[in-house]
């Protein structure tokens, strides 16, 4: 049973988030009947409701709202999780199968825009989590050393283009590290929707960044997900930013072993980062499309694609350059999670040259 200091915040937090006019997921698909079905049940590591959607509670303006605080919060609140994972992957439902993970034949793609016209830079990440550890909520400050410990070690052994450095936060210049964010290399610090999730305790405890010397391949630690490994570069060469990011994930997934699960495939703290965790990205700039903000954000979504601002998430656009992506990343490839991408961008480009 859940205490009843707990039951009670769950309830007044509910109470806020239904009088909202919150266009969360959350707020879409927690009803009456989910929430009492859900609100005395609890995973081994005591995970309840309220550790899973306190952050689109506190956050009205999120657009999903629900994080798991451990692997398990996806079976144990599953009534809540599964709506809200098909509603965002694009109909993935309870009863699919996420697919096995298959990086496709690198070479078939190319460059986006090989004249260097509309795209800035690309970009294309995966998360992963490590096994044997819960996500952020349940972590120890311990844990977050010991990770720490262990991803550095792993990645010093890494040779060739992907041999780099590990720096880790603590530690870190506020100069070099909000040189690190301006480039578009680091995660920013004080995210609303992880503080309110629970996902930064001990912070910089156990976070740091590894890149090589280019920073064309970089991995975060312990930000929002155990690892999130980067492959980016300047232009639109989709293929060799995804050739550096499968090489680099195939030699180090021989080394740390991550938490995959059946159904929902890689594991990450947020639903929308299931699956084949990918998300590849263009800094792009569209200015005709995007003299229309709605209509860009249409058109993008009917190629599956999901705009942001030149930031990231939560963002605004700075200089017309726009962050356009694949949304969905479950029930598809890794390969075709990319392609989708890459043939919505080739569309948009036709589209902006044909107006
Ligand atoms: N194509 C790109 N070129 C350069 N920088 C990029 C590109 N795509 C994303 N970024 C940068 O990556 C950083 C992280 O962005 P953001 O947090 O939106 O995405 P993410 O790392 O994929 O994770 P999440 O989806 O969990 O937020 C930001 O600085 C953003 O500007
Ligand atoms: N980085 C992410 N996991 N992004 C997706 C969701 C982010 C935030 N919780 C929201 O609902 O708006």
């Known amino acids: 049973m859940v205490n009843t200091a707990t039951l009670e915040k769950l309830q007044g937090g509910v109470s806020k988030l239904q009088a909202s006019d919150s266009k969360s997921l959350l707020l879409k698909y927690l009803t009456r009947e989910v929430f009492d079905a859900l609100k005395n049940k609890k995973t081994s590591f005591n995970s309840t409701l309220l550790d899973c959607i306190q952050s689109g509670v506190e956050n009205l303006d999120s657009g999903v709202g629900i994080y798991a605080p451990d692997a398990e919060a996806y079976v144990v609140f599953a009534d809540l999780f599964d709506p809200i994972i098909e509603d965002y992957h694009n109909g993935f439902k309870k009863t699919d199968k996420h697919p096995p993970k298959n990086w496709g034949d690198v070479e078939t793609l190319g460059n986006l825009d090989p004249a260097g016209e509309f795209v800035v830079s690309t970009r294309v990440r ?9 996500f952020n909520p349940c972590l120890t400050e311990a844990q977050y050393k010991e990770m720490e410990d262990k991803v550095s070690t792993t990645l010093s052994g890494l040779e060739g283009e992907l041999k780099g450095t590990f720096y880790p936060l ?186």
């Not at 995966?126 to 819960?134: D, K, L, N, Q, V």
Request: charge should be neutral; proline fraction near 3%; glycine fraction near 8%.
């Open 126 to 134: 995966c998360g992963r989590s490590m096994e044997g550890y819960p």
């Open 170 to 355: 603590t530690g870190m210049s506020k100069e070099t590290q909000q040189q690190l964010i301006d480039d578009h290399f680091l995660f920013k610090e004080g995210d609303r929707f992880l503080q309110a999730a629970n996902a930064c305790r001990f912070w910089p405890s156990g976070r740091g960044i590894y890149h090589n010397e280019n920073k064309t391949f970089l991995v975060w630690c312990n930000e929002e997900d155990h690892l999130r490994l980067i492959s980016m570069q300047m232009g639109g060469d989709l293929k060799q930013v995804y050739k550096r990011l499968v090489t680099a994930v195939n030699d180090i997934e021989k080394r740390i072993p991550f938490s995959h699960d059946d159904r929902l495939g890689f594991l990450t703290f947020c639903p929308t980062n299931l699956g084949t965790t990918v998300r590849a990205s263009v800094h792009i700039k569209l200015p005709k499309l995007a003299a229309d903000k709605a209509k860009l954000e249409e058109i993008a979504s009917k190629y599956h694609l999901q705009v942001r601002g030149t930031r990231g998430e939560h963002t605004e656009a700075e200089g017309g350059v726009y962050d356009i992506s694949n949304k969905r990343r479950m029930g598809l490839t890794e390969y075709d999670a990319v392609k989708e991408m890459y043939d919505g961008i080739a569309e948009l480009i036709k589209i902006e040259k044909s107006l």
